[in-house]
Structure formats: structure tokens, C-alpha cells
């Protein structure tokens, strides 16, 4: 019986942990959007791990970056680039690089999806805006395969239903309603206490 009960409260923590850590990630997320940042996409020479571009400056995939940083103390720089070193023909070979970069790979979105993929972290991409829940990471193709664009699923929503997204699109980060404005290429749940534990850096 007191196996039972033991049981019993690992089941009722796990949900709770899993909320707690969605809620930490919205609440870092949402943060974001206090910052000024200037958009910029160029190559700059980072520190390993735990590097970052100007805190003024970034892109899409620095609004991830950070968030993750800052609510899990879990590195995407560091994750990417141990994967890519490892796995380097799983990656999407876009840029003509020929190895492991860790100064620019995590702050590419396809290397992200794939990142991501490779940890299981898949959710079904669909229509229906009760699919994607708070600390969710949804990625895009802008404008009919264009640019890819990343962001975070928020417990706020639109007056539609559909729930914000934390997002740098060009004027720094914002929290607003564009979920279905652009082609989903992407979603995905990962919380990496429970994915893939990192040692801190």
C-alpha cells in the first residue's frame, strides 16, 4: 500500500512539474518584450557555452535562446553544437558549411526544427488553436516558403481564441495574435529536464 501511495504522488507531481516549467518559459518569454532590440542577422564571434550577440541586438532565434536561458537554465547554443558534432550529416546543409559552428548553428532556425526533432519534442501541426498550449515552440515559413521565423506559445489570447506568440519578427520582441498568419513548418514541445537534462554552463 505504501508503494501505491508513492505512485500515486509521482503521478500528481509530474503534471505540476510539466506546468511550472510551461509557466516559467511564458513568463521569460513575456519578458522578452521589455527589451529594446535592434534587429541584426549578422555572424558575430561568440563566447562557448553560454555565448550571446549584444543584449540589444537579435533575431527570432535569439528570443528562444534567451527565454530558455533564463526560465530552464538550458543552452541552445551548447545543445546545438554538441548535436552537430556529433550528427553533422542530420543537419540541414544550407549554408554550405562543412562542420559545426557554434557561434552562429543555434541561431539558425532549420537547425532548430531539427534540433528539436532529433529530441523527440514533435507536436502535430494543426488549425485548431486548442492544440497549442503555453510554452510550446511553433516555427513558420514567411510568406509561401520564405523566411523561417520562430517564437513561443503564451497563456494569453486573442479575442478569436487563438493564443499570442512571443516573437521577433523585425521591431524587436513582441507578444501578439499571429499564429495562423504564416505557413506552421513547426511545433513543438520541449521541456529539457524531462527531454534531454544539460549540464548547466
Known amino acids: 500500500?505504501?508503494?501505491?501511495?508513492?505512485?500515486?504522488?509521482?503521478?500528481?507531481?509530474?503534471?505540476?512539474?510539466?506546468?511550472?516549467?510551461?509557466?516559467?518559459?511564458?513568463?521569460?518569454?513575456?519578458?522578452?518584450?521589455?527589451?529594446?532590440?535592434?534587429?541584426?542577422?549578422?555572424?558575430?564571434?561568440?563566447?562557448?557555452?553560454?555565448?550571446?550577440?549584444?543584449?540589444?541586438?537579435?533575431?527570432?532565434?535569439?528570443?528562444?535562446?534567451?527565454?530558455?536561458?533564463?526560465?530552464?537554465?538550458?543552452?541552445?547554443?551548447?545543445?546545438?553544437?554538441?548535436?552537430?558534432?556529433?550528427?553533422?550529416?542530420?543537419?540541414?546543409k544550407i549554408w554550405g558549411h562543412k562542420g559545426a559552428d557554434k557561434n552562429i548553428d543555434h541561431r539558425r532556425v532549420p537547425n532548430l526544427e531539427r534540433f528539436l526533432t532529433r529530441q523527440d519534442a514533435n507536436i502535430a501541426i494543426t488549425q485548431d488553436a486548442k492544440d497549442y498550449l503555453p510554452g510550446d515552440i511553433v516555427s513558420w515559413r514567411l510568406y509561401r516558403g520564405g523566411t523561417p521565423h520562430i517564437g513561443i506559445v503564451t497563456d494569453k489570447k486573442a479575442p478569436s481564441g487563438t493564443p499570442l506568440i512571443v516573437h521577433n519578427i523585425g521591431s524587436g520582441p513582441k507578444e501578439n495574435d499571429m499564429l495562423f498568419d504564416y505557413e506552421i513548418t513547426g511545433h513543438f514541445r520541449y521541456f529539457p529536464a524531462a527531454n534531454m537534462p544539460l549540464e548547466s554552463p
Open 1 to 92: 500500500m505504501k508503494y501505491v501511495s508513492l505512485i500515486l504522488c509521482l503521478l500528481l507531481i509530474a503534471p505540476l512539474s510539466y506546468a511550472d516549467q510551461a509557466n516559467d518559459v511564458v513568463d521569460a518569454a513575456r519578458e522578452r518584450t521589455a527589451h529594446f532590440v535592434t534587429y541584426q542577422s549578422g555572424y558575430v564571434r561568440l563566447k562557448y557555452p553560454g555565448g550571446d550577440v549584444p543584449s540589444y541586438t537579435g533575431v527570432c532565434t535569439d528570443v528562444i535562446i534567451r527565454t530558455f536561458r533564463n526560465s530552464l537554465n538550458f543552452d541552445f547554443q551548447k545543445a546545438v553544437h554538441e548535436d552537430m558534432k556529433a550528427n553533422f550529416s542530420a543537419y540541414p
